[in-house]
């Protein structure tokens, strides 16, 4: 598997230099998961980010009553764990389980922090391309924020 080219077909790394996804492949892990796999569980340290090269995951949240609450899903092409790889003391805020058997590629955040040291300029554009991901999910929440405080008023 050419994982460089993978890297490239993501709206993360789309607009990064061939050079710098060959450093970012030379540090990924491929791994091909089974349906029901549980990748990892809310409050669980995280230390990984993951892309989803083909097939699909369920996030589940905690509600109140800490029942599991499915809350997205996650298919070919996103990612997910991205606090894990740009914070170093991170609790995961959500359980992640493969909804059919699913192909990732993994960074960790110490081999991430170790191509970083060596390379301003890739981290820049990592940590920008994460921003950027980061700033769309925000509008994406504030946008829904919105929209369900409007229905909750229209109800009382």
């Known amino acids: 598997m050419n994982i460089a080219a993978a890297l490239k077909k993501t709206f ?22 089974v349906h029901d796999s549980t990748l990892f569980r809310e409050g669980e340290k995280g230390a990984q980010f993951f892309l989803i090269l083909m097939g699909s995951v369920r996030v589940l949240k905690k509600n109140r009553d800490g029942v599991d609450q499915e809350v997205a899903t996650l298919s070919t092409g996103s990612y997910f764990g991205e606090m894990a790889v740009v914070d170093d003391d991170h609790d995961r805020s959500a359980t992640i389980i493969t909804q059919e058997q699913t192909e990732l590629l993994t960074l960790s955040q110490p081999d991430v ?5 060596k390379d301003d300029k890739l981290a820049h554009h990592f ?15 504030t946008q829904d924020a919105a929209f369900f405080k409007a229905l909750a008023q229209q109800r009382h």
């Open 12 to 33: 993360l790394f789309k607009d990064f230099p061939p050079d710098e996804l060959e450093k970012l492949a030379g540090v990924c892990k491929h791994e091909k998961l």
């Open 113 to 117: 922090q170790k191509l970083f040291a």
């Open 127 to 141: 940590y920008r391309a994460m921003c950027r991901g980061l700033t769309r999910r925000l509008r994406a929440t």
